[in-house]
């Protein structure tokens, strides 16, 4: 039967991967009757409008429209609102706007402001707004009046050194999105001072664009410099001198998280090495430090989403991994059972904790959990039970999930014929995908299609953008295989550090191993294993590179997009992680230096890349090109002129994965 058109390559482009139109950063209002969110209008639409719910009658509101505040062709990236979430500040095109959410669109007013502004945050009482321009963090009221600097460099600071700032590590690889914090009377701030001064600047250029002056960037590439982070305490009303928050920052040279509740402001630490996180008390009125809990791990501590946070009572939510089990815990102690394993800390509600787990009978399902105090170790409640990847917003009591708000977002050109599985001696999770035309024992070239890292899991419940692309190649004539093997979250902390000292050993094991268990155990999906190729995008993409160059007995082809060949080009916090200092370490880089396999390569390989990329730099792919064409090994490279980690330009990203299902037909078909 013949295939189907190539419509789905379109689709996602034009949809950024279906998040057009679909209902995004769910704010509860403190009453919990109404959900602010950001949604654009359709599934192709790219302005993103701020809209409030009544989640009693479900009628929406559409708060803010940047084509009406003069700023078509951009949307609102995001918002934050104060302590009863009815007054939302955003940026809009480099000016700060605020809108009162119970009254609709009328409201949204314009504030006057010093310079550009980024990141927006009104103060709990809904009094001022504080907001990031020139390095500088700065406060507003919220009538306009009052702007001034409430931290900013000095005649002492470098011209690297900024305030308020989540630095490229926090970012990237910790979680943390935030670089101040305010007190609860409004009056006051937690900030940060980032100092780049000593990290490695890096070159980003443009070779289309001759006339174009590479961009410089400071990357804390692997053994090398991190930003200098410090806490400071600062007065939003007046020029009262800061107060320095006080930690060893030479053992701990990491802030992974701070926040300030009602119980005073906090911060966990980690050390390089990331065996050890300590969360802090912070004195608001010396800046002084109070040890509140350590943890440790021989390997490395995981930092949980939403952790470390604290209840209305004061008890400190954090987790303690035991085993295969990474549990929450609430002053130290585990409060969740073996076998449900902690993904994520959603909202602190008073005393009730909502949050994200996966049990092992079920590691396809990630479901909304509710702790409460009752009994020894208080109540647990599952919230969710069918099957998929659930998410929510606790607040007022509230409850609301993605599903509650309705979605614009266009649905994928074709449908599913998946099969999730668990596979081989240890169980692994993978999904099959068919051709819907496939007759049973059909035979037809297999291709595996994981992402296998750390950073997400892909064999779920769920029906995401990368799910629907995977059935697109099936239906393309292949048997397309998804597989989560060691190191991927979900399983629990044991399998996670699994890839200790070595990322693709273990990984690549798996993928090969599942490989064969779904071929010998399900012959009616006709397996073609004299046929086996590999594509993949970023760890997948590094996955890829090592099926073909350390396994060509099993794999017979390769796509790999934007790649990490040399693990010394990447950021520190990430990387280390897995490999430790390299100095510490020299054989762990070593064994996963992919450039060191070139002279090996004997199978069809496609790289491509983006020129623009400041995440994974095409160096690494351009130094594998030239690694193989110095031994003499034919392959295929793809530059993208402009584009950077993710492609976003619509004709591009359409034509890479045609340009992928030619090379991929051209090697084993």
């Given at each position: ?53 009544d989640l009693a009658d479900g009628t929406e509101r ?594 890479m994965l045609l340009h992928q299902l030619a090379f ?6």
């Amino acid at each position: 039967m013949t295939p189907l058109t190539p419509s789905l390559p379109r689709q996602l482009a034009r949809t950024r991967r279906f998040s057009l139109g679909a209902p995004d950063q769910l704010t509860v209002t403190a009453d919990g009757k109404a959900v602010l969110f950001l949604r654009s209008r359709s599934g192709t639409d790219p302005e993103t409008c701020l809209w409030a719910r009544d989640l009693a009658d479900g009628t929406e509101r559409l708060i803010a429209d940047p084509a009406a505040l003069g700023a078509s062709g951009s949307g609102i990236g995001g918002f934050a609102t104060d302590a009863s979430g009815r007054l939302a500040a955003f940026a809009l095109a480099g000016e700060l706007w605020v809108a009162d959410a119970g009254q609709g669109q009328g409201t949204v007013r314009r504030l006057p402001t010093a310079g550009p502004v980024a990141e927006p945050v009104p103060d709990p009482t809904g009094r001022r707004v504080a907001y990031l321009s020139g390095g500088a963090l700065r406060v507003v009221g919220v009538d306009g009046t009052g702007d001034r600097a409430v931290a900013a460099p000095g005649p002492e600071d470098g011209p690297e050194v900024s305030y308020g700032v989540a630095e490229h590590v926090a970012t990237e690889s910790m979680g943390r999105y935030s670089g101040y914090w305010w007190s609860p009377d409004g009056e006051r701030l937690l900030v940060t001072r980032v100092d780049q001064a000593r990290v490695a600047v890096w070159y980003v250029a443009d070779p289309a664009n001759p006339a174009v002056r590479p961009r410089a960037v400071r990357y804390p590439a692997v053994g090398t410099a991190n930003a200098e982070v410090s806490l400071h305490l600062v007065s939003a009303t007046s020029d009262a001198g800061r107060v320095d928050v006080a930690w060893d920052r030479e053992a701990f040279e990491y802030l992974t998280a701070a926040g300030w509740d009602a119980h005073g402001p906090y911060a966990a630490v980690q050390s390089r090495d990331q065996r050890t996180v300590r969360v802090l008390a912070v004195d608001p009125a010396s800046g002084a430090t109070t040890l509140l809990r350590e943890q440790h791990d021989a390997a490395w501590v995981q930092l949980v989403p939403g952790l470390p946070q604290r209840t209305a009572a004061g008890a400190l939510v954090t987790h303690l991994d035991l085993g295969d089990t990474r549990h929450l815990a609430v002053d130290g102690e585990p409060v969740t059972p073996p076998g449900l394993n902690l993904r994520a800390l959603l909202s602190v509600d008073g005393d009730t904790v909502l949050f994200a787990a996966t049990t092992e009978a079920d590691p396809f399902s990630t479901h909304l959990w509710r702790w409460s105090h009752g009994g020894e170790a208080g109540l647990v409640e599952q919230l969710t039970h069918r099957p998929g990847v659930h998410s929510g917003v606790l607040r007022g009591g509230t409850l609301v999930r993605p599903q509650d708000v309705p979605s614009r977002a266009e649905q994928p050109a074709l449908p599913l014929h998946r099969t999730l599985l668990r596979v081989g001696e240890r169980r692994l999770c993978a999904a099959v995908h068919l051709p819907s035309w496939h007759a049973p024992g059909e035979r037809l070239p297999v291709l595996l299609d994981p992402y296998a890292g750390p950073a997400m899991q892909r064999v779920t419940a769920d029906q995401g953008w990368a799910t629907h692309l995977s059935q697109w190649f099936a239906e393309q004539g292949f048997v397309v295989l998804v597989v989560d093997g060691r190191g991927t979250p979900g399983r629990g902390p044991r399998w996670e550090r699994e890839v200790h000292g070595d990322v693709f050993g273990p990984p690549l094991d798996d993928q090969v191993d599942a490989l064969h268990a779904v071929a010998a155990e399900h012959p009616e999906y006709g397996m073609d294993l004299d046929r086996v190729a590999m594509r993949g995008w970023s760890y997948s993409g590094s996955l890829a590179e090592a099926a073909v160059l350390r396994r060509p007995d099993v794999f017979h082809a390769a796509v790999a997009g934007a790649g990490l060949t040399d693990q010394r080009l990447y950021d520190a916090h990430w990387r280390e992680r897995f490999l430790g200092h390299p100095e510490a370490n020299p054989d762990a880089y070593a064994a996963c230096d992919l450039l060191r396999d070139a002279p090996k390569l004997r199978r069809p390989l496609l790289l491509m890349h983006g020129l623009s990329d400041d995440n994974v730099f095409a160096a690494n792919t351009l130094r594998l090109s030239s690694a193989l064409l110095a031994a003499g090994r034919p392959h295929e490279t793809l530059l993208l002129s402009s584009s950077g980690h993710r492609i976003t330009d619509e004709a591009a990203a359409e034509n890479m994965l045609l340009h992928q299902l030619a090379f991929l037909r051209r090697a084993l078909c």
